[in-house]
């Protein structure tokens, strides 16, 4: 990522997220903070106004699914890395993944859940993670690593998407081989949205443009599009001519100078226009 992409998703980001942790996660996933020379704690800090102070219920939640494995749906972060995200020191986070890791009542209702999800799909043969054996006709091979539970929520999500388009769905999410919790999460979102615009992310997913992939996930997971970095270029660019054409006033290639400045606008509205 281009330091000129990380600036305008920065400023995306900032106005409409207020430093939302899911959305600081993505983030650092992406390589944000990395792209703009900071770390996650001095992006949320600089860049998006802060941390959003939570309960400590709430905190505590949040690091469990912080620190949680990938293939129990978390996102697999350290208690550093969590830190970071949730703007709380590391022996603050410490102290919550033990407590998390500790109560008995979450592992009895972790188990409760397994085996009430086994005992309703008691007929379908499973691997030993839980999820259905690879077939040659499995239509959902990126749930192999998922826990039962796991493969159960997102089968109720695909259930909520017409039959004909589900291959499609299933399509993108193989390719992009997410966490349990962010491919459940876009398959909800999928079924939530209206068929045509359903069918523009499948659109923008099946695409040999790099970045009509990338914008295809960002529209499913109802993330802040990625920009263009030709936008970014062009508005510097803006920038440097209206001041050169300033720069000698009464010059008559000033003139000429400020008459770009049109041209450019409209290349940024149209550039800004592909991807809206």
Do not use: C
């Amino acid at each position: 990522m281009s330091p000129e992409d990380a600036e305008e998703y920065t400023q995306a980001l900032g106005q409409a997220l207020g430093g939302g942790w899911r959305q600081v996660e993505w983030g650092q996933r992406m390589g944000v903070p990395q792209a703009l020379g900071l770390s996650t704690a001095d992006w949320v800090k600089g860049r998006l106004g802060g941390y959003v102070r939570q309960a400590v219920p709430e905190r505590r939640a949040a690091v469990a699914e912080l620190t949680a494995p990938v293939d129990e749906g978390g996102s697999g972060l350290s208690t550093r890395q969590a830190a970071e995200v949730l703007g709380v020191d590391h022996a603050t986070i410490a102290r919550d993944a033990s407590v998390a890791n500790a109560t008995d009542e979450d592992k009895t209702s972790g188990v409760a859940r397994d085996a009430s999800v086994a005992n309703a799909t008691n007929d379908t043969p499973h691997s030993e993670n839980g999820a259905p054996p690879a077939t040659a006709d499995d239509p959902y091979p990126f749930m192999q690593a998922w826990k039962p539970y796991h493969v159960a929520e997102a089968g109720e999500a695909l259930e909520k998407i017409p039959e004909a388009e589900r291959p499609k769905a299933a399509a993108m999410l193989e390719a992009w081989r997410l966490p349990a919790k962010d491919a459940i999460e876009i398959t909800r979102n999928l079924a939530d949205l209206p068929p045509v615009e359903r069918e523009r992310v499948f659109t923008l997913a099946s695409s040999d443009d790099s970045r009509e992939r990338s914008l295809a996930l960002t529209e499913a997971a109802k993330r802040p599009p990625m920009p263009d970095p030709r936008v970014a270029l062009l508005r510097d660019a803006r920038t440097a001519v209206s001041k050169a054409a300033r720069l000698f006033s009464d010059d008559p290639h000033s003139a000429d100078l400020a008459a770009i400045l049109p041209r450019i606008d409209a290349a940024i509205a149209a550039l800004r226009g592909k991807v809206t």
